[in-house]
């Protein structure tokens, strides 16, 4: 199953128990306010994002957080994805999303 389509920034791809995403990194820098920064700068412009689906993004960002992680962002709804969302980068500077679906009705 593929989600987006050619006019789209975003599409993924189910391959057994994981989910491949490509996401246009203009959009991602406007996640975790990069988007004024120049987009030939890496840090500017993640080439790469792990992306985590948790049961609760408040409760991990609190265990993570009291664990010393220091967040890009805050958890926030984005009901235009429709998930909730945290951004935290890992030693090396890998951006790494944590996030839940929304309940939206």
Not at 37 to 64: G, H, Q, T, W
Request: proline share 5%; aromatic share 10%; glycine share 6%.
């Amino acid at each position: 199953m593929c989600l987006g389509d050619e006019n789209s920034f975003y599409a993924d791809f189910e391959a057994g128990d994981i989910t491949l995403a490509l996401f246009d990194r203009r959009e991602m820098s406007q996640a975790i306010g990069t988007e004024n920064l120049p987009i030939e700068s890496a840090p500017s412009m993640d080439k790469v994002s792990l992306i985590l689906n948790v049961d609760s993004v408040d409760e991990m960002y609190a265990r993570f957080r009291d664990k010393g992680v220091k967040f890009i962002t805050e958890p926030m709804d984005r009901e235009e994805w429709g998930i909730r969302v945290a951004h935290f980068r890992d030693p090396d500077g890998t951006l790494i999303e944590i996030y839940e679906p929304l309940n939206l009705k």
